[in-house]
């Protein structure tokens, strides 16, 4: 069930704590994450100011929340935002660009945090969210700015009402193995050639994301060709 509630940047209270867990099942596979949206569901007329905003990220091998003091370790998290007198509201997805880009491993569920203060709250603005039983813890209160720091072995409340989000990134790429020789089939794979093939070009495409200046990122196919060194040297002079 999708809908609209004050979750992500709830701003019913001045000062929160929210964990999301979003499974690596709707997130896929490792990739470097350098933006991170929220998708505002209302029109909202006043300018509603974070005096302090950070986001975290973290893996965990679960897919949900087992109570209301299961939050994901202090050490565990990376700072990937940090900023003050932010302005939210403003605009359909609410857009941050990570200071700190975070390489997500693909392998487990991803977990997001944010944590904001603010000296105005509103039960006004809402976001779009998508239902995932436990999938978000928070803690949120108008008076105590520690509410929105790591809450250690305090409560929250578990809900639902999970945000949904939009990402810019970019993926990443195995690096080559060489080893093994060209006689054996074995030693073909997506990411690997063999250590004799010195005369090999991969073949490889460049993706560009809009919102992410990336000068090269290569995303690498299966096909690998046997040619002369001297059509290597030409091709290389003509990218150079």
């Known amino acids: 069930m999708t809908g609209v509630q004050t979750c992500a940047l709830?701003?019913?209270y001045c000062n929160s704590w929210v964990e999301m867990i979003y499974p690596q099942s709707e997130i896929g596979g490792a990739k470097t994450i350098y933006s991170v949206s929220f998708n505002r569901a209302n029109d909202y007329s006043m300018d509603y100011v974070l005096s302090d905003?950070?986001?975290y990220m973290a893996e965990t091998p679960h897919i949900?929340?087992?109570s209301s003091n299961d939050w994901i370790s202090e050490s565990d998290l990376t700072l990937v935002y940090?900023?003050?007198d932010v302005t939210i509201g403003d605009v359909s997805w609410e857009q941050f660009n990570l200071q700190t880009p975070y390489n997500y491993s693909g392998e487990n569920s991803l977990v997001i945090v944010v944590a904001k203060k603010s000296t105005q709250y509103s039960g006004n603005l809402k976001w779009y969210y998508t239902e995932s039983a436990n999938s978000v813890l928070y803690r949120s209160n108008d008076n105590y700015t520690s509410y929105a720091e790591h809450p250690g072995s305090n409560s929250g409340t578990i809900t639902t009402y999970r945000p949904n989000i939009k990402m810019g990134y970019v993926p990443i790429i195995p690096k080559l193995i060489v080893s093994g020789s060209w006689d054996?089939?074995?030693?073909w794979s997506t990411n690997?050639?063999?250590n004799d093939g010195a005369n090999v070009v991969i073949q490889a495409d460049v993706?560009?994301?809009s919102d992410v200046n990336v000068s090269s990122k290569l995303s690498i196919f299966t096909s690998y060709f046997p040619i002369s060194m001297a059509f290597v040297f030409m091709l290389l002079s003509s990218l150079w």
């Open 10 to 12: 709830p701003i019913f």
């Open 53 to 55: 905003i950070r986001i």
């Open 64 to 66: 949900a929340h087992s």
């Open 82 to 84: 940090s900023g003050s």
């Open 184 to 187: 054996e089939p074995s030693n």
């Open 192 to 194: 690997a050639v063999p």
């Open 207 to 209: 993706t560009l994301y």
